[in-house]
Structures are given as structure tokens and as C-alpha cells.
């Protein structure tokens, strides 16, 4: 069984407590899940340097250090990286966001000190992915948003699916992080096979109306969802007569999970 070490930055101890149910210990088909939690930028910092991990889950918005206010050159450092990745920020036409973004650089709100932590990753080259309890496109988080997706790393884990409070998407936020989602991905970014299979999965659900492109995204890494993904997927072009592009794709995948 192999070891997956994930280091897990969250400030809040709800999120954490709901973290470490779903991850600390997990065992995924032949992944062991092993957890560490930083509160804040100094704590993880101090973790990746002692320790050696797999990848990272991270927060967007938490504290720098427990003790120092550092607030000015954590403001200045996230602005150009924000800027990196979305130089003319001023212009976009959503007033809010640019109202969001001048909240923060001005102390009125936390910084997303998240991407600090995702510039380190990139550096060392280590799989990282947030996960918000806000929407992707939501005020605060479009700046993020934009910055991950120049940087190429994978989607924000968002409130998408999730239960919400608030007046409206952009705004609202999630009872609870979808940990389980931020898992799926953080594995698949990890190891390559498994991003592989999930393609193909997803390449198998395209037409099979019922079948959900999260159900394909969790088979990837659940081998018993896996079996009953590809039975419902065999039962749907069965009924359509149109299974040779299909019985293919299976084989690939089934190709795939001997490995």
C-alpha cells in the first residue's frame, strides 16, 4: 500500500475537524492518506521544509503568522502575483470584484495568502489545490481564480454542489468544503495514471445522460464505484446499440486499474 503524505492548510476549526474525517487516515484503493495541518503561511512553510510531501490542499484566505502582522509585504507579494496573472484588474466591469480585490489591499479583509503558498508549490514543483468555501467566479475569488488558471494549476474546489448561505452565488458561502472533491483532484495531480483514467471515464459518460461527470470523477479513484460506473455505462449503449467506441474506452480503462 502506498503512502500518500497531503498537507492540509485551513485557519478555520470546523473545516479542519470536517478535513480530517475525510482525509487524515483514508485509505483509497491502494493510497493510504497521511495528513498534516498549518494554520497559518509561517506554520506550512515550516512543514514543507521539514517535511517531505505529496502534494498540497490549501486554503485561499488565512492567516500569515499567529503572532506578527506582517500585512503590508503579505499585501504587496499577493498583488504581484494577482497582477502576474491579470495586469489590467482595474478595467474588468464587475464593480464588486474590483471592489473585493481593493478590500484586501487595503487591510479591510484577509489576504489570499493561499497564493503564496501556491508560488512556493510551482517553484518546487508540488501538486497543490484550493479549496474555498466560496464560488470560483465570486467576488472575492476571481482574482484567485484568475491566477491559478494562468498558472495552470487545477479548479478551485468551490461551493459548486455544495449547501450554501447567502444572497446569491457570488457571494454566497458553503456550510462545509467539499474535502472529498479536493482529494479526488490533489490524487490525481499526484499520479498521472489516475488523471488518465479519469479522462477516460469521463470520455465514457459523454453520452450516458444519467451517468454524472462527478460520479466518473470519484470512479477514478474509488475502485467499487469504478464497477458500478462501468456497468451503468455497459446497460446504457447496450439499450443504444452503440457500444464498439464504448467497449474501447472500457478496455483502456480497465487496462488502466491493473496498474
Known amino acids: 500500500m502506498k503512502?500518500?503524505?497531503?498537507?492540509?492548510?485551513?485557519d478555520s476549526l470546523?473545516?479542519?475537524n470536517d478535513a480530517r474525517n475525510i482525509i487524515d487516515g483514508v485509505i483509497i484503493e491502494t493510497y493510504k492518506i497521511v495528513a498534516d495541518f498549518a494554520t497559518t503561511y509561517v506554520e506550512a512553510m515550516e512543514l514543507l521544509r521539514n517535511n517531505k510531501y505529496d502534494g498540497i490542499i490549501s486554503d485561499v484566505f488565512f492567516p500569515f503568522s499567529k503572532d506578527i502582522e506582517w500585512s503590508k509585504i503579505i499585501k504587496d507579494l499577493c498583488f504581484m502575483e494577482i497582477k502576474k496573472a491579470n495586469p489590467n484588474y482595474m478595467e474588468q466591469s464587475c464593480k464588486e470584484y474590483v471592489t473585493a480585490v481593493e478590500k484586501w489591499l487595503a487591510g479591510k479583509e484577509m489576504h489570499p495568502t493561499g497564493i503564496l503558498v501556491g508560488a512556493s508549490a510551482i517553484k518546487i514543483e508540488l501538486p497543490i489545490v484550493f479549496c474555498s468555501d466560496g464560488y470560483h467566479h465570486g467576488y472575492k475569488l476571481q482574482a484567485v481564480c484568475k491566477w491559478q488558471r494562468k498558472n495552470r494549476l487545477p479548479e478551485i474546489i468551490d461551493t459548486e454542489?455544495?449547501?450554501?448561505?447567502?444572497s446569491d452565488m457570488f457571494s454566497n458561502t458553503a456550510i462545509k468544503k467539499n474535502w472529498g472533491k479536493a482529494l479526488e483532484e490533489i490524487l490525481c495531480a499526484i499520479f498521472p495514471e489516475l488523471s488518465q483514467k479519469r479522462r477516460l471515464l469521463q470520455n465514457l459518460h459523454i453520452n450516458a445522460g444519467f451517468v454524472t461527470d462527478d460520479i466518473a470523477s470519484k470512479a477514478a479513484v474509488d475502485a467499487d464505484l469504478f464497477d458500478e460506473f462501468i456497468d451503468q455505462v455497459n446497460q446504457y449503449h447496450k439499450l443504444t446499440g452503440d457500444c464498439k467506441k464504448y467497449d474501447e474506452l472500457v478496455k483502456k480503462v480497465q487496462s488502466l486499474l491493473k496498474k
Open 3 to 10: 503512502k500518500v503524505k497531503i498537507l492540509v492548510i485551513e
Open 14 to 16: 470546523k473545516h479542519i
Open 161 to 166: 454542489g455544495l449547501e450554501t448561505i447567502g
